[in-house]
């Protein structure tokens, strides 16, 4: 006997709503070598002391890690005067989002986030069974004003994505400040700060001191961009004790693994490393800017360790085309139609040869008849 849809096991309400998020292409047919510049992933690669902390671990995989990364709490909290008892580890900062989101909003509760953010941050709200709310941007930057007028008493949780992936802008601090001091304090605000390590500006802070005096704030970061270790999936938070308290009462027991906790800890006392990843990216961030802008593209300002390159509408010379020809070149770049930008690129600031490629291949294709070559 056949059972009808309704006799089927359902899934909760707003999951089926759900568009899969789908990563950044890592390979193309009949193209043997290819740069990946879709997943803004260092082009350094890890810490040598990672990779060694990495092998070591090898040697004892059938021992259950440590339930409360300790030893990675430790050295985050060394490298930014916290108490490691209010940090949070997690599989990827992704873990961290959906754990928060879980924890805070049920059935008919708001979630609250911008028009380009982050595209997990609607997936969370539905599959908790929420309602997302989008806030529009202005000049592709989050708007204060825009976020608080969605903020309804339904509200319970509003994401904000500083520096924004993927447009790589960002708002100052007292901004952020600003959006604390007017949300109702029942509203958790999460400040996703996965690029906070790349931004070279004076009026810009990733969060740190909200997180660690506001009762309402918590502060997100990843090992997976300047760090090298997006293999390895990790992400950690810092807020107030009783949003961490409601956590660790619902995430996994062991939800890092061995091998990423020494690695990360590695990882973070590694300074070395850490300021060659940025020294890389301060070169290549603008040379990239100027060089798209001079081909008559317009690039959005940009501070985290990628550019958002705007194409004309025109036959030949749209995102659409640019992205394939480049990719008949191995050059992957990530389309963003997904985030409401179908005019779009996306890239990496990627290795000196990678960058030099991309430069080329988009000279090439403005100046081709048509961008068919």
């Keep these: 006997m056949t059972a009808s849809a309704s006799d089927l096991p359902q899934p909760r309400a707003g999951v089926l709503q759900i568009s899969a998020y789908v990563p950044g292409r890592d390979h193309i047919e009949g193209v043997e070598k290819v740069f990946k510049l879709s997943s803004n992933e260092t082009p350094l ?115 904000l994505a500083n520096p924004n992936n993927p447009t790589g802008t960002y708002l100052p601090f007292d901004e952020v400040k600003r959006l604390q001091a007017a949300l109702p304090s029942n509203v958790l605000l999460v400040l996703d700060a996965a690029y906070a390590e790349y931004v070279r500006r004076n009026d810009y802070a990733a969060g740190l001191e909200l997180a660690l005096t506001a009762p309402n704030v918590v502060m997100c970061r990843t090992f997976s961009k300047v ?61 990239l800017t100027e060089a798209f802008t001079g081909l008559g593209l317009t690039v959005t300002p940009s501070v985290g360790n990628f550019i958002l390159i705007h194409f004309p509408q025109t036959p030949g010379r749209t995102a659409k085309e640019a992205d394939a020809f480049l990719g008949r070149r191995g050059l992957l770049l990530r389309a963003v139609g997904a985030y409401g930008l179908p005019n779009a690129l996306r890239m990496t600031v990627g290795s000196a040869e990678a960058n030099e490629r991309v430069i080329a291949a988009l000279t090439e294709f403005m100046a081709s008849d048509r961008g068919h070559a």
């Excluded at 890890?46 to 440590?66: K, N, Q």
């Excluded at 992704?94 to 609607?122: C, I, K, Q, S």
């Excluded at 027991?253 to 590695?266: D, E, H, S, W, Y």
Aim: charged share 20%.
């Design 227 to 287: 760090y090298g270790l997006a293999g390895l999936r990790i992400g950690w938070l810092v807020g107030p004790a009783h949003i961490v308290d409601a956590l660790n009462r619902i995430r996994g027991p062991f939800n890092v693994n061995a091998p990423a906790i020494a690695a990360g800890a590695a990882a973070m006392r590694d300074d070395a490393h850490l300021a060659a990843a940025i020294a890389h990216n301060e070169e290549w961030l603008p040379r």
């Design 45 to 159: 690669g890890p810490s040598p002391r990672a990779i060694e902390a990495f092998r070591a671990a090898a040697g004892a995989l059938e021992i259950y890690p440590d339930g409360g990364a300790g030893a990675l709490r430790e050295a985050i909290g060394q490298k930014y005067g916290i108490d490691p008892a209010r940090i949070v580890c997690g599989t990827g900062s992704d873990e961290l989002l959906a754990l928060l989101t879980n924890a805070y909003v049920g059935p008919g509760d708001e979630g609250v986030f911008t028009e380009h953010g982050f595209l997990v941050y609607r997936i969370n709200i539905l599959g908790a069974g929420g309602v997302p709310v989008v806030a529009e941007e202005k000049n592709l930057t989050a708007d204060i004003d825009a976020i608080l007028a969605k903020v309804t008493p339904k509200t319970k949780i509003v994401f």
